[in-house]
Nanobody, 123 residues
């Protein structure tokens, strides 16, 4: 599966932004799709939102209530809607897919990766 992310940019604190990721084939048979964030190239990459094949979702505590992950099956596209953005949300956002998505300290895993799209939140 090839993933193509798009939609990053610069937004003021408190603003909103939606980023998207289009897959080369249907994601319906993939157990988990989601988004990772890496504040700087030297920072840890952590998973911020996951959507599961069974319909559930999971969010990093710091983004709960502000970020929403969704998918459009017909368009083979996943979205991350971000509201009330904070400067600490700044970073490269990577879409990913696979049997499991996880991050733990300096380690992280997904079977398929999109390229990063930069989101910068100005204070």
């Amino acid at each position: 599966v090839q993933l193509q992310a798009s939609g990053g940019g610069i937004v003021s604190a408190g603003g909103s932004m939606t980023i998207s990721c289009t897959a080369s084939r249907s994601l319906d048979t993939i157990d988990a799709i989601g988004w990772y964030r890496q504040p700087t190239p030297q920072s840890q990459r952590e998973v911020v939102a996951t959507s599961f094949y069974g319909g559930g979702t999971k969010y990093l505590d710091s983004v709960k209530g502000r970020f929403t992950i969704s998918r459009d099956r017909a368009k083979r596209t996943m979205y991350l809607q971000m509201t009330n953005l904070k400067p600490e949300d700044t970073g490269a956002y990577y879409c990913a897919a696979g049997k499991t998505l996880w991050s733990n300290g300096n380690d992280y895993h997904a079977d398929y990766w999109g390229q990063g799209t930069q989101v910068t939140v100005s204070s």
